[in-house]
């Protein structure tokens, strides 16, 4: 099984550009979130979905950030414009129903906005 | 609402030393709790978990976690310290129900030799 897959892995911009990270869930897997872990914030939890439909967006910090499902093997995350204060590491995890909520993380995207 | 205290930011143990890595949890409902290690520039694997089954669990490279009740604890251990457990924890809770974990703020874990 290759796990979860995140794509880039690092990726460094200038302010006011659209950035995209992209997420591969286990295959099967009905759920799917996205997280964004910095120094001074820890992990939060930005949006999550269950068989593509998002569930909870209450964490994406503003409208700036959206993120998309299009199918079960691929999700998105978009921020448009980027600022220096979205640099951080962007992580998707992906989750089974019926698996006492166990999630499976991936290795994380680096992002820098210059 | 369900919440987690991790405490104590940071841990330093000497190598071959015992490791103690608090966690307190507050759910209304019986929980689900994990244990999560993130490596450096790694994203997080889990460790070990509870799912109501017995009391003390046991996990990877000789961690294990016991689950008390009484004192709404999941505090993890590993009875001597290697060099690399070098990392961040976290312990993180669910209930029965399609809900995200909740994570704790995390705990750095420095190993001295």
């Known amino acids: 099984d290759a796990g979860v897959i995140q794509s880039p892995r690092h990726e460094v911009t200038e302010m006011g550009q659209e950035v995209t990270l992209r997420c591969k869930p286990i295959?099967?897997?009905?759920?799917l979130f996205w997280y964004r872990q910095t120094m001074m914030r820890g992990l939060e939890l930005l949006i999550y979905f269950n068989n593509n439909v998002p569930i909870d967006d209450s964490g994406m910090p503003e409208d700036r950030f959206s993120a998309k499902m299009p199918n079960a093997s691929f999700s998105t995350l978009k921020i448009q414009p980027s600022e220096p204060r979205d640099s951080a590491v962007y992580f998707c995890?992906?989750?089974?129903?019926?698996?006492?909520?166990?999630?499976?993380f991936g290795p994380g995207t680096r992002l820098t906005v210059l | 609402a369900q919440s987690v205290t991790q405490l104590g930011s940071h841990v330093s143990v000497s190598e071959g030393a015992l490791v103690l890595l608090r966690c307190n949890y507050s759910?209304?409902?019986?929980?689900?709790l994990f244990w999560y290690v993130q490596y450096p520039n790694q994203g997080l694997q889990l460790l070990l978990k509870y799912t109501s089954a017995a009391t003390l669990v046991k996990g990877i490279n000789d961690f294990e976690a016991e689950f008390k009740k009484s004192e709404t604890s999941f505090h993890l251990t590993k009875p001597s310290a290697h060099m690399s457990d070098a990392a961040e924890y976290f312990c993180a809770v669910s209930h029965s129900g399609n809900t995200p974990l909740v994570f704790g703020k995390g705990t750095r874990l420095s190993v001295i030799a």
């Open positions: 295959s099967g897997h009905d759920y």
């Open positions: 995890a992906s989750s089974p129903t019926g698996a006492y909520n166990e999630q499976f």
């Open positions: 759910s209304s409902v019986p929980p689900y």
